[in-house]
């Protein structure tokens, strides 16, 4: 038995995903489950090709076709968007959240984040179990009545459920009023 757990995780080794991206007077959060295959290799949020978050990102932001991560990643701060995962590390099997193994699950701090992120009045969650994830994490994340918390249909390549256009107009719904409250 032993042998097999060991080998189980020597296919499966720890990952860890990446710090935020964030400025101190964030507004909006978007949390991610974990960063897959694709981005991992890039170490850049969304890299996979295919990922509709920085199409929408562009077209919510304005940021032209084509820019560049540091462009792309500095039009969120400017904005007031954050954007994290709920993951800190896991083991995975491949990129969807399916192949997370829950046992081997560590969360982020978000009690710290929120400390340095006071302004934090929206947190979307990007998919499903971007919210199972942080809804299982504890009550102490709710942030009380003045954060509101919204699922927003995930962007990954795998949700083919929706359209681009029903994924874009949800998440315009959800975040462009919160970036227009100052």
């Known amino acids: 038995m032993r042998e097999s757990r060991a080998t189980m995780a020597d296919k ?5 995903g990446f710090p935020p991206i964030s400025a101190s007077g964030a507004r909006v959060l978007i949390l991610g489950s974990m960063p897959g ?14 990922n509709a978050f ?10 032209p076709t084509g820019s560049t ?3 792309r990643t500095r039009a969120l701060t400017e904005a007031g968007i954050a954007v994290w995962d709920v ?19 560590r969360l982020n701090d978000f009690e710290s984040f929120y400390s340095q992120h006071r302004h934090i009045q929206l947190v ?4 499903a179990a971007a919210e199972r994830w942080y809804r ?5 994340l709710a942030g009380g009545p003045e ?3 919204v699922r927003l249909p995930s962007t990954s390549p795998a949700h083919a459920g929706l359209s681009f256009e029903a994924k874009l107009t949800a998440w315009h719904t959800a975040i462009k009023p919160a970036l227009h409250a100052a």
């Open 124 to 127: 979307c969650f990007n998919g």
């Open 12 to 16: 499966n080794p720890r990952i860890i």
């Open 136 to 140: 299982a994490s504890g009550p102490h």
């Open 87 to 105: 993951v800190l590390s896991c083991r995975r099997t491949g990129s969807l959240d399916t192949q997370i193994e829950p046992a081997s699950v």
């Open 37 to 50: 295959t694709a981005s991992l290799a890039a170490n850049e949020y969304y890299a996979h090709p295919r």
């Open 147 to 149: 954060r509101k918390h």
């Open 69 to 71: 991560y540091e462009v």
């Open 54 to 63: 920085w199409k929408l990102m562009g077209i919510l932001l304005d940021i």
